[in-house]
């Protein structure tokens, strides 16, 4: 599988923007999650969102919960994430990733597939 990540750019704070996370090569399978991740220069990769591919149950870290919102088109093998009402310290570089595990894992390491990022820059 390979995953492409799209759509970041340079927003005001308060700003939305939507990233879409594209899976070619072999088609992604029920027991995948599409997890989100964020990487801000000099820091760790962030866990941000999860999805399972099957049932579309979701996860989201606490920093994000009730202003982005995942989603899934199976038709277009494409996970979206929805940013709403955008801050400064969501600036960073977006990825996209694939998990075979079971559940909905927050951590990089249960993730494989790694796309090429998406850089959200938010300006105050």
């Known amino acids: 599988v390979q995953l492409q990540a799209s759509g970041g750019g340079l927003v005001q704070a308060g700003d939305s923007l939507r990233l879409s996370c594209v899976a070619s090569?072999?088609?992604?399978?029920?027991?995948?999650?599409i997890g989100w991740f964020r990487q801000a220069p000099g820091k760790g990769r962030d866990f941000v969102a999860a999805?399972?591919?099957?049932?579309?149950?979701?996860a989201y870290a606490d920093p994000v919960k009730g202003r982005f919102t995942i989603s899934r088109d199976r038709d277009e093998n494409t996970v979206y994430l929805q940013m709403n009402r955008l801050k400064p310290e969501d600036t960073a570089v977006y990825y996209c990733?694939?998990?075979?595990?079971?559940?909905?894992?927050?951590?990089?390491?249960?993730?494989?597939?790694w796309g090429r990022g998406t850089q959200v820059t938010v300006s105050s």
């Open positions: 090569g072999r088609t992604l399978i029920n027991r995948h999650s």
């Open positions: 999805i399972k591919w099957s049932g579309g149950s979701t």
């Open positions: 990733a694939t998990s075979s595990v079971s559940g909905l894992p927050v951590e990089t390491t249960w993730y494989a597939h």
